[in-house]
């Protein structure tokens, strides 16, 4: 008898990274629940508290951080390379890999070297608009490549969308909204914006979404607002009775039930969000982070571009841009509408499973041919 399948999935770091390659594995497992999975990851990520939590099994190997600037930390990378690829083949033996999936990162980089010099296949997948160094590499020695959203300039990239948790890829708005909204105090037929800026929130989108929330309320739009753990001085004053609630909470531990609640968002535009939402059909203000490469901005794009959402900088939010651009479009059931179906028309809710067949069959193919 053949041994089952051993998948290896290197996704650590930032949840950018982890929270796509937990839903592969899971729709891997969906598949074959007898089939091995192991994660790599390093120390100092957050997979160490968010894979274990999952179920899966991880292995840490050192970190190999790419400066983005030619600095003298750069003469450091070729031997922090060299002990990353020994400690992963290590692992890829001992859990005797049929593929390997990276998902970019610190990680990413030395599994794909690892797996090339080991004869293991390869399948490379770019969460962003804008791929990384580590995975521009990988895609040149991937059998696969897969990338979130259309036009990603990746070296035979498949467009496959972004794997996805089932409670959000598998989320039917329309069926849990009264339930969602009893959930967060919130009524059950007002138009509803959703303000999130990430688990730590954004201080540009608290203070300019606080400076509305009279203008919101008045027009007979209520919030559900999550203004990020650290942010307490965030607050609104209570409503008058009667009037449209505006709720305050620090961390949204149900997205689920948070995009079910909602008709609108104002949003960080990370490719995990952008994926969520638009798999979901929930339209959204998209606020980009204005630091970095401006992969926000291009993570954004193909739904605005499709009709499923707006766009702002974020130096041009305040409360005025929403009373011009937000309140008049929650006010308009039609439009509302108009946007959601864009939404959704932009949206892979399968991508997990998508990928996931990509994986094994890249995997039995190896097989086959060993």
């Known amino acids: 008898m053949r041994r089952p399948l051993s998948v290896v999935l290197a996704g650590g770091g930032t949840a950018g990274h982890i929270e796509p390659m937990l839903a ?21 990520g957050m997979e160490t508290r968010l894979v274990p939590a999952r179920g899966y099994d991880l292995r840490l190997i050192p970190p190999v951080p790419l400066p983005r600037k030619p600095t003298a930390d750069l003469l450091r990378v070729p031997d922090r390379v060299r002990r990353a690829v020994a400690a992963t083949r290590a692992v ?6 049929d593929v390997v999936v990276g998902f970019g990162g610190y990680v990413a980089l030395p599994a794909y070297l690892a797996a090339r ?53 598998s989320l039917d708005r329309a069926s849990r909204r009264v339930e969602a909204r009893g959930e967060f105090g919130l009524d059950a037929d007002r138009p509803t914006l959703l303000v999130f800026g990430g688990s730590q929130g954004a201080q540009t989108l608290n203070r300019a979404a606080v400076a509305a929330a009279d203008t919101l309320t008045a027009a007979g739009v209520q919030v559900l607002h999550a203004r990020g753990p650290k942010n307490t ?56 982070l204005p630091i970095g490469n401006g992969e926000q901005r291009r993570n954004a794009l193909p739904v605005v571009e499709a009709g499923g959402g707006l766009l702002v900088e974020d130096a041009d939010l305040d409360a005025g841009w929403i009373t011009d651009h937000l309140v008049p479009l929650l006010t308009d059931p039609d439009a509302l509408a108009g946007y959601a179906r864009h939404a959704a028309a932009a949206g892979i809710p399968d991508a997990d499973d998508r990928l996931a067949g990509i994986v094994l069959d890249v995997a039995a193919r190896a097989g086959t041919s060993r």
């Open 117 to 169: 010099r080991a004869g293991i296949p390869i399948v490379v997948h770019e969460q962003n608009a804008l791929p990384g160094l580590a995975n521009r590499i990988g895609a040149r020695l991937a059998a696969r490549v897969a990338v979130t959203a259309p036009g990603t300039p990746l070296h035979r990239g498949e467009h496959v969308g972004m794997p996805l948790r089932t409670a959000i890829g």
């Open 233 to 288: 001085h965030v607050t609104v004053p209570a409503r008058p009775a009667g009037s449209a609630p505006y709720v305050l909470v620090d961390y949204l531990e149900r997205m689920d039930l948070a995009y079910a609640a909602a008709d609108l968002a104002l949003c960080r535009s990370g490719a995990v969000t952008v994926a969520e939402l638009s798999a979901v059909g929930l339209p959204a203000a998209f606020v980009p």
């Open 24 to 44: 592969l594995g899971d729709a891997i497992r969906r598949r074959d629940p007898d089939l091995r999975i192991t994660c790599l990851g390093t120390e100092r």
């Open 92 to 97: 890829l033996h001992e859990v005797s890999a």
